[in-house]
């Protein structure tokens, strides 16, 4: 378990002392440590964030309809996941501690917004757990940041850092760079092959888990954990041409989830938060209610 900071309640939430606008400011600023670092992990991702790369890690890590067959590579129960979950996100211009502490400061806001939605308590705890990613030597463009769809044009117009898409081998495929590309109008973003990393390698661990012990869990839970880094449709407006109906049916709770998310990071609940205490306090209980504390494959 990473070290404890100081105690975080769901009581006496204030609102964000930053101005919102300062949020998620992308900008390479030369010699600026934390924009360099940021630029330099989305030129990454975006130069080869493939269709193939992303169908490879997809039936690497089972997370393809059919696998019946996949060797997962641990099976852990949320709190085991939580145990090894020591990460820092370098895409974030935000936060620069252990991301555990983050899923946590995400889980108490919404304790405080929305008391009686305890599903989305559980959503907001476990959104970034996927990034366990990296104990399996993952590099972190593979493992965190905004996602996109691969697979159909890249519309940078709503993507962070547009420019380092140049390097893209599928910018130059007749197919892949067109405005559908292999998917057709009002598929539903469930069918596409989303930019890999943390939120595909978890939603396809609890759809599995779902599946296999009939945790009947509340259909947003997955659905948040799958799409909160879906910046560009959520926040940006794009790729709504491969919307259906369900997808605008959770639009909504995408972004309530997205303002937990992300104004987490300052205020009253900036504070590290002590795990060990909330955990006795709520959290075993509320894991135990939603997971049934049945092993995850990873």
Request: glycine share 6%; net charge negative.
């Amino acid at each position: 378990m990473p070290c404890l900071g100081a105690t975080g309640t769901a009581a006496g939430v204030e609102e964000a002392s930053r101005p919102r606008e300062e949020y998620r400011t992308y900008e390479l600023v030369q010699g600026d440590a934390t924009s360099e670092r940021v630029y330099n992990h989305y030129r990454e991702q975006h130069e080869k964030m493939t269709l193939d790369y992303v169908r490879r890690k997809k039936a690497e890590y089972g997370c393809l309809d059919g696998l019946g067959s996949y060797q997962p590579k641990a099976e852990w129960t949320i709190p085991e996941i939580i145990q090894r979950l020591d990460f820092f996100d370098p895409s974030d211009p935000d936060f620069e501690d252990n991301n555990l502490f983050h899923c946590y400061q995400t889980a108490e806001r919404a304790r405080a917004r929305y008391p009686e939605e305890r599903w989305l308590h559980f959503a907001a705890l476990v959104h970034d757990l996927g990034k366990i990613l990296f104990i399996w030597g993952e590099p972190a463009w593979a493992v965190c940041g905004d996602t996109y769809p691969v697979g159909c044009r890249f519309q940078r117009e709503k993507i962070v850092f547009p420019e380092t898409f140049d390097g893209n081998p599928d910018e130059m495929d007749a197919v892949l760079s067109s405005p559908l590309g292999i998917y057709q109008p009002g598929c539903g973003l469930m069918n596409l092959h989303m930019a890999w990393g943390h939120d595909e390698l978890f939603y396809w661990a609890l759809k599995r888990a779902d599946e296999e012990h009939h945790l009947q869990l509340d259909p947003r839970i997955p659905y948040i954990v799958r799409f909160h880094s879906f910046y560009p449709w959520h926040s940006g407006g794009a790729y709504m041409e491969f919307e259906d109906d369900l997808d605008r049916q959770m639009l909504p709770w995408i972004k309530k989830f997205q303002e937990l998310d992300l104004y987490s990071k300052d205020g009253a609940e900036s504070a590290l938060p002590d795990i060990e205490k909330l955990n006795k306090e709520y959290y075993d209980q509320l894991i135990g209610e939603f997971s049934h504390n049945v092993k995850l494959k990873l």
